[in-house]
């Protein structure tokens, strides 16, 4: 059973910076592909970012590109967003996903993951 935890969300001022992280337990962290997803409320969850098992290959939704920025540590077993320039339109729950697999892509559909963490919440205020 492979188990998902994201932390680092908050209430943060329109401008402002946050550091999400997400760490499993339960299969080999290095080698799984992640994702960051996120869905605010009265909307369907969304892409954000996606990062292959190694690192070398990431991908980011054009919308926050410029902004975000993902990227794993496999010595800690954790993988990261730092989102920067935050916008009220940024106030979502940021769910981190995991599959396991050693493929050199990143995967950016909810459905190519098997596994999901409960949430964090951010939330920008104007």
């Known amino acids: 059973q492979v188990h998902v935890v994201e932390s680092g969300g908050g209430l943060v001022q329109a401008g402002g910076s946050l550091r999400l992280s997400c760490q499993t337990s339960?299969?080999?962290?290095?080698?799984?592909?992640l994702g960051w997803f996120r869905q605010a409320p009265g909307k369907e969850r969304e892409f954000v970012a996606a990062?292959?098992?190694?690192?070398?290959?990431?991908y980011h939704e054009d919308s926050v590109k410029d902004r975000f920025t993902i990227s794993r540590d496999n010595a800690k077993d954790t993988m990261y967003l730092q989102v920067n320039s935050l916008k009220a339109e940024d106030t979502a729950a940021y769910y981190c996903a995991a599959v396991k697999t050693v493929a050199g892509v990143a995967f950016t559909r909810a459905s190519q993951y098997k596994y999901w963490g409960q949430g964090t919440q951010v939330t920008v205020s104007s």
């Open positions: 339960g299969s080999l962290f290095s080698s799984m592909a």
């Open positions: 990062i292959n098992w190694n690192g070398q290959n990431t």
